[in-house]
């Protein structure tokens, strides 16, 4: 079975500072990986994801993502936030043959502060 | 494009009372289709998922139950609210391929007293 770990459930950080939120998943399979944020009261919305090919992916927002098959990682990175990049981040895995459903990890809020 | 719509955005309700969310999603057809269950500062916990009319698949046993009644029509019921049913509850679908995200709604806020 797969699973993920978020290994930060909160990140403090100051604007304009570099960020990663940090994402380990485990699995047997090949599988597909995504990233989304979900700000208060909203619903989630899809930052970027990892199909195949280029291990480094690019989001919207300036985020981007690197796939590390070796270390199963698959961290979110921004070379300089702002305060209205402040949300929940959350990372998820998919079987690369299944359409079933998606696991998620449980999340990391990001704090920017000014 | 594709849209989905979930409503009310917000609802409170008493406990024992019953309960229907509804999630509609238009511009594309036979989509998977999920109800996620948000408590407050907590993950998401897949409740329901449903790979076509009438097909649905349960992951979590409890007082909810879901139906799909149209293509693009996913509802979430329950006969009897709990006060551990409160939470943001996330309805999600998805087209038919591993590779495709979910595209999720705006969520309901429901809140038992």
């Known amino acids: 079975a797969q699973s993920v770990t978020q290994l930060d459930s909160q990140v403090p950080v100051f604007e304009e500072a570099p960020v990663e939120l940090r994402c380990n998943y485990s699995s047997s399979v090949s599988v597909y990986l995504f990233w989304y944020v979900q700000y208060p009261n909203q619903g989630l919305q899809l930052l970027l994801k990892y199909l195949s090919g280029s291990t480094l992916v690019k989001g919207i927002n300036g985020f981007e993502a690197e796939f590390n098959k070796s270390q199963t990682s698959f961290h979110l990175r921004k070379p300089s936030v702002h305060i209205s990049d402040t949300a929940e981040y959350f990372c998820a895995v998919r079987r690369s043959y299944n359409t079933d459903k998606l696991i998620f990890g449980t999340g990391t809020r990001l704090q920017v502060f000014p | 494009s594709q849209t989905i719509h979930q409503w009310p955005a917000t609802l409170v309700q008493p406990v024992g009372s019953p309960l229907s969310l509804e999630c509609t999603v238009e511009g594309t057809s036979n989509p998977n289709l999920y109800w996620y269950r948000q408590a407050a500062g907590r993950g998401l916990q897949l409740l329901f998922y449903?790979?076509?009319?009438?097909?649905i698949s349960s992951e979590v046993p409890q007082n909810l139950s879901a139906s799909r009644p149209q293509d693009r029509q996913f509802i979430l019921s329950s006969k009897k609210l709990l006060l551990s049913d409160s939470g943001f509850y996330l309805c999600a679908w998805s087209a038919g391929s591993p590779s495709q995200p979910q595209h999720f709604g705006d969520g309901t806020r429901l809140s038992i007293l």
């Open positions: 449903s790979v076509g009319i009438g097909q």
